[in-house]
């Protein structure tokens, strides 16, 4: 069965299908989420959340693109508007988990030190994918940890192919420099 044969199923009444819908993406979309978000409750949250949504606009979709590339967008959106309106939450948690982290460990210092510069160095990379501007953060992640291909990216990000190019040339450069000099 394919996906539309599915979506044409559901809305003829056959709620239980979108349980495949899930099942099929699923990872997809926890994967984006943690490209946002970087822990692991928020993106399985997330997740959940997205597939709420998805189930109330299913009766919008029309087919125009492939199914997994409006469930992208739905995604992707979601996820912008959500780091957007916890960005300083994140801020806190992220400071908590890191100072948890390290009492948790401080008996062994040789081990806590390496745990530590390994924290950091997640955190410097994860703090520089955050700060690049969105549409920049969304190309890269969607090229980087969804390794989608330029041209479903965007069809997603409803932009040309060159216009995707220079997004991720521009993101790579931009988490060069943020790597480089913190």
Not at 32 to 50: C, R, S, Y
Not at 84 to 104: C, M, Q, S
Not at 129 to 137: A, F, G, K, V
């Amino acid at each position: 069965m394919t996906d539309q044969d599915i979506i044409t199923e559901i809305l003829l009444g056959n709620r239980f299908l979108f349980s495949k819908l899930i099942d099929k993406y699923q990872r997809m979309v926890f994967t984006l989420a943690m490209g946002f978000v970087h822990q692991k409750e928020n993106a399985e949250d997330l997740t959940q959340d997205i597939f709420i949504k998805v189930w109330i606009a299913l009766p919008n979709y029309k087919g125009d693109a492939i199914f997994s590339t409006w469930l992208y967008r739905i995604a992707v959106n979601y996820c912008i508007n959500f780091v957007e309106k916890n960005k300083r939450n994140r801020f806190i948690v992220l400071a908590e988990e890191l100072i948890g982290h390290v009492f948790n460990t401080a008996i062994n210092d040789k081990d806590a030190q390496q745990e530590l510069e390994e924290m950091e160095s997640g955190n410097l990379v994860r703090t520089a994918i955050d700060s690049l501007p969105i549409n920049q953060r969304t190309a890269f992640i969607l090229s980087a940890y969804e390794e989608l291909p330029i041209k479903e990216i965007a069809s997603i990000m409803n932009r040309s192919e060159g216009a995707v190019e220079q997004l991720l040339q521009r993101a790579k450069m931009n988490l060069k420099k943020k790597i480089k000099h913190p």
